[in-house]
């Protein structure tokens, strides 16, 4: 009778695997194909298919996707768009970061009239579709001066993720012991003095997942980067998509695959290195 329960729980085990195991490489066959063509000349490619091999490895394809390929007719290849992207990405996370960290401790653990109605009032930009928001915008950047600039996109961006964030840290601060404060208040301990000393110690799990959410989020955004830029000011997202709208060249195959693997390279790093700690954090928030 154990024997059979243990055979039973063995084949249970082994059906559980070779479906994670066949989940996985449906997910991961596009990924497969992209980084394979990125080595294949375009020759090879149109002469076969787009699914194979490289017969020879093509290593000049990256180098030209990074520094020389032509995309809408500034031949620079990838990497302004990448660095464009860094410079949206980086300080949009972390100022969106921290000012969500100061909404929800404002809003969790300094407790005033009305606070759950400006709760909603911030969250509900959540909900919003994003084509709503384009001719506000639109209106907001123009009267600003910001219109085609990295720096309006890094606004909107830093906008935009003050609802996840605020409703991330206003979550997870909600369950910090009002004693806790209380003391610190008593102590003499002021507002920023509270945040600096005592919540942000407590904080590293959800921050770890708001620079996570907001980073890849942003990084991988394309509507605002196509409707507010053009030119050299576009993010990475923006630029790969006028490789499909590049009618004056040739589909060098084996580059473009190059330069989706590039632009997507930061984002797979940070789930490669963060992602334990994403679901680390997630969890935390939820037992607390």
Not at 133 to 159: C, E, F
Not at 168 to 186: E, G, M, Q, T
Not at 255 to 274: D, H, K, N, R
Request: proline share 5%; glycine share 8%; aromatic share 14%.
């Amino acid at each position: 009778m154990p024997e059979s329960r243990g055979l039973r729980k063995s084949g249970g085990r082994f059906v559980v695997y070779a479906m994670l195991v066949a989940f996985a490489a449906f997910y991961l066959t596009p990924l497969a194909v992209v980084f394979l063509n990125s080595f294949r000349s375009l020759e090879e490619i149109t002469q076969t298919s787009v699914l194979g091999v490289p017969q020879t490895f093509h290593w000049e394809n990256w180098a030209q996707a990074w520094g020389s390929y032509c995309i809408g007719g500034i031949c620079s290849g990838i990497s302004p768009y990448i660095w464009n992207s860094v410079a949206i990405a980086v300080p949009a996370t972390i100022l969106s970061t921290l000012v969500g960290a100061l909404n929800g401790y404002l809003l969790s653990l300094w407790r005033f009239k009305g606070a759950q109605i400006a709760f909603g009032v911030i969250t509900f930009g959540v909900f919003l579709p994003a084509q709503m928001k384009l001719v506000p915008w639109a209106i907001t950047l123009r009267a600003l001066d910001l219109s085609d600039t990295v720096t309006g996109l890094t606004l909107i961006h830093i906008v935009q993720g003050m609802s996840f964030t605020t409703l991330f840290c206003r979550n997870y601060y909600v369950n910090v012991p009002a004693d806790l404060i209380k003391s610190a208040k008593i102590d003499g301990a002021g507002f920023l003095q509270i945040f600096r000393r005592i919540v942000l110690p407590l904080s590293p799990p959800i921050l770890i997942v708001t620079v996570i959410w907001q980073f890849t989020n942003i990084w991988n955004e394309y509507l605002y980067g196509i409707t507010f830029s053009e030119g050299s000011h576009r993010p990475v997202t923006a630029a790969l998509m006028a490789f499909s709208a590049n009618i004056a060249q040739a589909r060098e195959y084996g580059i473009e695959s190059a330069a989706v693997l590039l632009a997507a390279l930061p984002t797979i790093l940070v789930y490669l290195f963060g992602g334990r700690y994403f679901l680390r954090g997630l969890t935390a928030g939820a037992v607390k």
